[in-house]
């Protein structure tokens, strides 16, 4: 079986550098076999993917697709901290979806995180979660990720 950063590699993606921290926190802390990875948005080198309210400027299948972004922002951060070999599994995500009124798909949006922790980790990549519509998000941003795994 293949290490993350070959599946990484095969489903056609490679790991960001890390994103800087837009504020007084760290982007990845250890305690004990827990890596938490701060809240991370859809960066793409430095710059927001998109801003906008899901379900108004942008559309639940973009967001899904900004979710997944977000995933693998997070991935580089647990890797420049521990290295992804080290992640026995994922153990919980939250998302944040930027809702516009009426917007009731924060758990498909939030699919795209799932979704791609799954195809890095296998069974490992299987969490609990929690998907939540807020009214704003950093930086006009329509999702942020955060993650919880457990490590060697």
Known sequence: M????????????ELPKMAT?????????????????SGQLPLVDGELAAT??????????QARELAARCALNALAAIDALVGLDQVVR????????ASAGGFTGQPG?????????????????????SAVGVAELPLGAPVEVEVIVEVT
């Open 2 to 13: 293949s290490g993350p950063v070959e599946r990484l590699a095969e489903l056609g993606l």
């Open 21 to 37: 921290p837009l504020g007084a926190y760290l982007p990845a802390v250890r305690s004990g076999q827990h890596v938490y990875v």
């Open 52 to 61: 906008g309210k899901v379900g108004a400027e942008v559309s639940a299948e």
């Open 90 to 97: 994922v153990v919980k995500v939250t998302g944040f979806v």
């Open 109 to 129: 949006v939030l699919n795209g995180a799932s979704d791609l922790f799954g195809a890095v980790f296998g069974d490992a990549g299987r969490h609990v979660r």
